[in-house]
Nanobody
């Protein structure tokens, strides 16, 4: 079992930055693939970024490429999403997710564990 707790969301002006953290419980987090999803009101959930269990490969949605950086520290059982140059369209609830297979996936149904979400609001 893995429990995920996100933190770091908040209100920021356009052009600003935030760093989201995802703290995981469980000894096997280091072998899990991880991703960040977001869902804005009235929109479908989308995968923003994903990372393999080693951190050796990453995925970014086109909308965030060059602005967001995903990483993980398996020794600390924590994943991160650094978000720069934030825009109002980035406003959403952000969720971290983990799956027992370590490869990258953008499909939410492949993820076994989800955090409770953290709100990110970007004002114009």
């Amino acid at each position: 079992q893995v429990q995920l707790v996100e933190s770091g969301g908040g209100l920021v002006q356009a052009g600003g930055s935030l760093r989201l953290s995802c703290a995981a419980s469980g000894r096997t987090f280091g072998s899990y693939g991880m991703a960040w999803f977001r869902q804005a009101p009235g929109k479908e959930r989308e995968c923003v970024s994903a990372i393999t269990w080693t951190g050796g490969a990453t995925y970014y949605a086109d909308s965030v490429k060059g602005r967001f950086t995903i990483s993980r520290d398996n020794a600390k059982n924590t994943g991160y999403l650094v978000m720069n140059s934030l825009q109002p369209e980035d406003t959403a609830v952000y969720y971290c997710a983990a799956k027992s297979s370590g490869y990258i996936s953008t499909m939410g149904y492949e993820y076994d564990y989800w955090g409770q979400g953290t709100q990110v609001t970007v004002s114009s």
